[in-house]
């Protein structure tokens, strides 16, 4: 019997935590080594030094963002190691969108995805008919009241992300061309600016959880999220008072559901753990398509390989998650992953929601971001 303990660290919330417990449970009665799992909150997740944890931590549940601070740093281990050529081949071809490729920088993999979402709609069946496929049909139930839309930095930023892509000019990941496009950039900051005018103030301090919370609550009188990240726990019978569905993004430009967001998670491997090769092979091992597909969504996991987006019974018990939104998830964008990104994405949110709060001219904003993003670059 091994005596190997990894130790993990994942984010706070049951879709973060609860599956790696359990698929753990699995991998102490399959091979006898155990891993233990810690965990922190989403604004640390997406925010805390990777660095640190690495010395801490042999697993490390990352957003793909980090890569390039990551790779400059060498905190963590290239996945893509001798003895696992058919498994990481099968991975690759079990990506959704571009979740599995979001991990891949400088030539090396480091990272799987666990867990595959981006910017989609969420609204409550049992207050809609059906949701809004439109942005303009996204403004007109604003004006009811009834819509939430999460602002806290970064999200503020993802929303202009969304909106420029779908809009079809994208922002730059590279430093050779501006970031924002002048002319759509300005537009996705007026569309956030005239939604946010009709939304709770309080949305510039809620993410994704807690909008969802609020539009899950008892008695609650918000039906809407129109741009937020898909959170499969929330479709779940009982979760909470209030069921919610999710299905594609809304739409303002004229090429359908593109330019979302990309979001999700990756398992990657401490490049300081004494126990790398077993670390690895949990990796390969929760990544994988079999798992996915099973024990994985099982226990309120949101999976990331392509075999979980396509099991009936994930689609039948979450309604219809999976294939209602993976069109918007294929057509996603990837955000920039360069040394240096992390701090513009809190630096760009900010901005962005100072100009959504105040009458200044969107095209201030938008220099001010494209200034930021030349700085960015270490």
């Known amino acids: 019997m091994s005596t190997i303990t990894l130790k993990g660290m994942t984010w706070s919330h049951p879709r973060g935590y609860d599956p790696m417990v359990v698929c753990s449970e699995d991998w102490l009665r399959k091979t006898g080594i155990a891993v233990e799992w810690d965990k922190r909150s989403l604004q640390d997740f997406e925010s805390f030094p990777v660095e640190e944890l690495a010395r801490r931590y042999d697993l490390i549940v990352i957003d793909h963002p980090h890569v390039g601070q990551i790779t400059a740093e060498n905190c963590l281990a290239p996945l893509d190691v001798p003895g696992h050529a058919a498994a990481f081949a099968a991975l690759s071809e079990g990506s959704v969108g571009a979740s599995f490729p979001s991990y891949h920088w400088q030539g090396h993999q480091w990272a799987f995805p666990i867990d595959a979402a981006t910017q989609v709609l969420a609204f409550r069946p049992d207050r809609l008919g059906a949701a809004p496929t439109t942005w303009a049909e996204v403004l007109d139930l604003a004006k009811s009241g009834e819509v939430l839309l ?183 964008w990837l955000r920039p992953r360069h040394d240096g990104y992390m701090p513009f994405q809190e630096a760009a949110s900010q901005r962005i929601n100072q100009s959504v709060a105040s009458r200044e001219p969107a095209a201030k904003a938008i220099a001010d971001l494209n200034d930021l993003f030349v700085k960015s670059f270490r």
């Open 150 to 332: 999460p602002l806290r930095p970064p999200h503020s930023l993802m929303c202009l992300f969304t909106l420029c892509g779908n809009l079809g000019r994208p922002c730059s990941v590279d430093r050779g061309r501006p970031f924002v496009d002048a002319d759509v950039g300005v537009q996705a900051i007026e569309m956030i600016r005239e939604l946010a005018a009709l939304t709770d103030p309080a949305c510039t301090g809620m993410d994704p959880i807690a909008v969802l919370d609020r539009m899950g609550e008892g008695g609650s009188r918000y039906s809407l999220a129109p741009l937020i990240y898909g959170y499969v726990s929330y479709a779940l019978e009982g979760f909470r008072a209030n069921r919610i569905a999710f299905t594609d993004m809304p739409v303002a430009g004229t090429s359908g559901q593109v330019g979302s967001a990309l979001g999700g998670t990756g398992i990657a491997v401490s490049a300081f753990s004494a126990n790398r090769e077993a670390a690895i092979d949990f990796a390969y091992w929760i990544a994988s398509g079999e798992v996915q597909a099973d024990r994985y969504w099982r226990s309120g996991g949101q999976p990331g390989h392509a075999a979980g987006w396509e099991d009936d019974a994930a689609n039948a018990a979450t309604l219809g998650f999976y294939r209602k939104t993976r069109p918007t998830l294929e057509g996603a």
